[in-house]
T-cell receptor, first 116, second 112 residues
Framework: NAGVTQTPKFQVLKTGQSMTLQCAQD?????MSWYRQDPGMGLRLIHY???????DQGEVPNGYNVSRSTTEDFPLRLLSAAPSQTSVYFC???????????????FGEGSRLTVL | SQQGEEDPQALSIQEGENATMNCSYK?????LQWYRQNSGRGLVHLIL?????REKHSGRLRVTLDTSKKSSSLLITASRAADTASYFC????????????FGKGTLLTVNP
């Protein structure tokens, strides 16, 4: 059981380039989300999705785009990379609880992105 | 803005001692969760406590929740070197149930 798989694990970009971070889960989870983790800042929510075709913004959505065409996949697109987007990105998924909250999140191992 | 904040930022103890970390949050919540992160790895869920619960146990972990003070504590008993990690609390404000926000974490070092 692979859980949550993120690719690539490491990426170096130049300012202005675009790229997509991939996230796939094999647990049939309805909820998926993307966080970025920066030193001293903890984890900040970028975007999330409660099911295929449904996405919403988190705390720091600017500069990122998401879509959810299948239950399994939730890619994160950087439209025009900036040095401020240098960070470690985590994808997480869960099966939402009755009453409407995320419940326990399962995290991927992270994607470390450097923008020069 | 961060909903939860952990305290202390860092904690260093000897193997066998107990470790206590605290989390304070700002608004009413449905539940509070604790996660562990080993260096360079993803976060791992430890325990979830609902707003109508006051205390919960899981192995060597004990979590308390005081909704009147908007605070929670995580106690790790008889700590081991393998418990060395960062620990985060996570909450979602009522009405924003799917926006789970994390604090900045407590870095726990357990010395052998």
């Amino acid at each position: 059981n692979a859980g949550v798989t993120q690719t690539p694990k490491f990426q170096v970009l130049k300012t202005g380039q675009s790229m997509t971070l991939q996230c796939a889960q094999d647990m049939n989870h309805e909820y998926m989300s993307w966080y970025r983790q920066d030193p001293g800042m903890g984890l900040r929510l970028i975007h999330y999705s409660v099911g295929a075709g449904i996405t919403d913004q988190g705390e720091v959505p600017n500069g990122y785009n998401v879509s959810r065409s299948t239950t399994e996949d939730f890619p994160l697109r950087l439209l025009s990379a900036a040095p401020s987007q240098t960070s470690v990105y985590f994808c997480a998924s869960s099966s939402p609880r009755a009453g409407g909250d995320t419940g326990e999140l399962f995290f991927g191992e992270g994607s470390r992105l450097t923008v020069l | 803005s961060q909903q939860g904040e952990e305290d202390p930022q860092a904690l260093s103890i000897q193997e066998g001692e107990n470790a206590t970390m605290n989390c304070s949050y700002k608004t009413s919540i449905n539940n509070l969760q604790w996660y562990r992160q080993n260096s360079g790895r993803g976060l791992v869920h430890l325990i979830l406590i609902r707003s109508n619960e006051r205390e919960k146990h899981s192995g060597r972990l004990r979590v308390t929740l005081d909704t009147s003070k908007k605070s929670s504590s995580l106690l790790i008993t008889a700590s081991r070197a393998a418990d060395t990690a960062s620990y985060f609390c996570a909450t979602a404000a009522r009405g924003s149930n799917y926006k789970l926000t994390f604090g900045k974490g407590t870095l726990l070092t357990v010395n052998p």
